[in-house]
């Protein structure tokens, strides 16, 4: 885990709701397909955008309607980068049991992060775990 701060020329802030978080989702994917990304990296990207903004308006801030998610992102020709942050405690990925386990085949936890690491080219957590970083590169 590594403790850095991610500045990125695109912000927004919302609200701890499910339907803010999809047109958050809508300015990231509308940036990439602009920049020519391809149906499966703006699958890839959609995915993992649903996955860490769930997380984070339920996990993180508990559907707390007083707490606010922040997203940062740059979407280029190259690459797209997006960072988003909670208001939550925070949590540690390494202690997310795996998903793919035979006991925990029935747990509905650890999915998303499994689903983010599988399709974006590399998934970052601050110490803190409140923040998450994805990166999709354009190939």
Not at 2 to 24: F, H, N, V, W
Not at 30 to 38: H, I, K, N, P
Not at 86 to 93: H, N, Y
């Amino acid at each position: 885990m590594t403790q850095r701060a991610y500045t990125l020329p695109e912000r927004m802030t919302i609200g701890s709701k499910l339907d803010a978080a999809r047109g958050a989702e809508e300015a990231v994917l509308r940036q990439a397909v602009a920049c020519g990304y391809g149906q499966t990296a703006v699958f890839a990207i959609r995915l993992a955008l649903e996955e860490a903004l769930n997380n984070a308006i339920k996990h993180g801030n508990g559907y707390d309607e007083s707490k606010t998610v922040d997203i940062a992102f740059d979407v280029n020709p190259n690459r797209a980068e997006v960072t988003i942050t909670d208001q939550g405690s925070g949590f540690d990925p390494h202690s997310i049991p795996d998903p793919t386990a035979d006991e925990n085949l029935e747990k509905p936890c650890g999915r998303g992060i499994m689903l983010m690491r599988a399709y974006m080219d590399e998934v970052e957590y601050s110490t803190k775990g409140n923040q998450v970083r994805i990166v999709k590169v354009n190939c």
